[in-house]
């Protein structure tokens, strides 16, 4: 499966977006889905995760209650990232990833995931 993010853009503190994630190739329906950041000169970072059925979600405690991650279950092809209340801190790159054969004790690592997207650059000012 291919995913190609989008969304990214300069935003000021306060504020809010809603990063997107298109996947090609074939559907996410069987796929863990999940969202991934990394800011300059640190790793990459879990965000937010849908279980492969979709009924549970995961997310960083730096972002629960502001961040919303959410897909659609009819064409399970797309899946979003409602970013709410922004902060300097997460200013970064993300990424959505999927993968097959994640475990619920893997969602969290990035080694984890098989497919990635090329990543959007979210720039929050304060």
């Known amino acids: 499966v291919q995913l190609q993010a989008s969304g990214g853009g300069l935003v000021q503190a306060g504020g809010s977006l809603r990063l997107s994630c298109a996947a090609s190739?074939?559907?996410?329906?069987?796929?863990?889905m999940g969202w991934f950041r990394q800011a300059p000169e640190k790793e990459r970072e879990f965000v937010a995760a849908?279980?492969?059925?979709?009924?549970?979600?995961?997310y960083a405690d730096s972002v629960r209650g502001r961040f919303t991650i959410s897909r659609d279950n009819a064409k399970r092809n797309l899946i979003w990232l409602q970013m709410n209340n922004l902060n300097p801190e997460d200013t970064a790159v993300y990424y959505c990833?999927?993968?097959?054969?994640?475990?619920?004790?893997?969602?969290?690592?990035?080694?984890?995931?098989?497919?990635w997207g090329q990543g959007t650059l979210v720039t929050v000012s304060s």
């Open positions: 190739g074939r559907s996410f329906g069987s796929y863990v």
């Open positions: 990833a999927g993968g097959d054969t994640i475990i619920t004790s893997s969602i969290r690592s990035p080694s984890a995931y098989r497919h």
């Open positions: 849908f279980s492969r059925t979709g009924s549970s979600t995961y």
